[in-house]
């Protein structure tokens, strides 16, 4: 028996996290997964073999971001998300808060912008193209706030909440579309706030810190209504197969209980890291004018001392 043309048979056993983590899923992101690795891979050799250095952390943290994403769907995990809620929600959550994150703070754009070889006066190629790309005004666009925060919204109310959920899950390019989806929509609303890579949109790290938590919330308000909700209130997750021994209403409820967690350690971390950001960028703030006094011999010092005086002296 089939699940919405899927092809996904229905008579799946009791979920377990042995049998959700065992190897499965869908090949698209499985290629996905490698090829990105293999060019983050090549990227890093590519500076390394010219002598240029490449932080071991935005190592570690991009690849964590890819293996996030194959937990998530190269896993049973997309097998039992199909037909059940609470694991669809853990899904949703890793793909659009958790792994953009980690990819975020592994600067793939910037790797790719120093890998890439200039292509030469008065020609394009591949490292000129991304530049403008950056700089166009599509990328303004889509990383502006008024763009990212209602997007980062709609993703979750205008999708579970309307018939599109249904209509996406009857097909597997449905489903597939839907968790890229998930994936783009993190990586545009994450990136203006602790990207480390450049960008058109980046404001100070307060109006940052503003952004984030004025979607964070929602979040928290959708699981909430999933949990209060007296009967199931989406369509593919109204008669899950006996063989799981689930009740829809009390799946929805622990869908409900993820999505609000979610809200939380997402918010956390990118804290963590936009403080860490901030501290960083001050040090280096500070050692640039350590080295203009060097430079000029504290001029800057001694001429303010000077207006501070002049002021001193017309009050007398």
Not at 31 to 42: E, I, R, S, T
Not at 260 to 288: D, G, N, T
Request: glycine fraction near 10%; include cysteine; charge should be positive.
């Amino acid at each position: 028996m089939d699940h919405g043309g899927h092809g996904m048979m229905m008579n799946l056993p009791p979920f377990t996290l042995s049998r959700g983590l065992e190897l499965g899923g869908d090949p698209f992101f499985l290629v996905g997964c490698v090829l990105a690795l293999g060019l983050y891979g090549w990227g890093v050799a590519r500076l390394r073999r010219r002598g240029d250095a490449w932080p071991v952390g935005r190592v570690v943290s991009f690849v964590l971001g890819v293996l996030t994403i194959a937990v998530a769907m190269c896993t049973k995990l997309n097998d039992y998300g199909m037909v059940m809620f609470s694991v669809h929600m853990v899904q949703h959550m890793i793909i659009s808060m958790v792994s953009p994150i980690l990819l975020l703070l592994g600067a793939p754009v910037t790797l790719t912008l120093r890998a890439l070889p200039a292509a030469g006066r008065g020609r394009k190629g591949p490292r000129e193209l991304l530049v403008a790309l950056l700089h166009s005004r599509y990328m303004r666009i889509i990383t502006h706030p008024a763009f990212t925060i209602p997007l980062f919204i709609a993703s979750l109310y205008a999708l579970y909440f309307t018939p599109l959920f249904d209509f996406l899950m009857e097909s597997k390019a449905g489903h597939i579309a839907m968790m890229v989806h998930f994936l783009a929509v993190g990586l545009v609303f994450f990136w203006p706030i602790m990207g480390v890579d450049p960008g058109p949109h980046r404001p100070g790290y307060v109006m940052r810190m503003l952004e984030l938590f004025s979607g964070m919330p929602f979040h928290a308000f959708f699981g909430i209504a999933l949990m209060m909700a007296s009967e199931p209130m989406v369509g593919a997750y109204k008669h899950p197969p006996a063989s799981l021994g689930v009740d829809a209403l009390s799946d929805q409820t622990w869908a409900g209980g993820i999505a609000w967690a979610f809200s939380e350690i997402p918010s956390v971390i990118v804290l963590v890291a936009l403080v860490y950001q901030w501290y960083k960028s001050e040090q280096r703030q500070a050692r640039r004018i350590d080295r203009t006094a060097d430079r000029d011999g504290d001029q800057e010092l001694a001429a303010y001392n000077a207006y501070l005086a002049s002021l001193q002296s017309r009050s007398q």
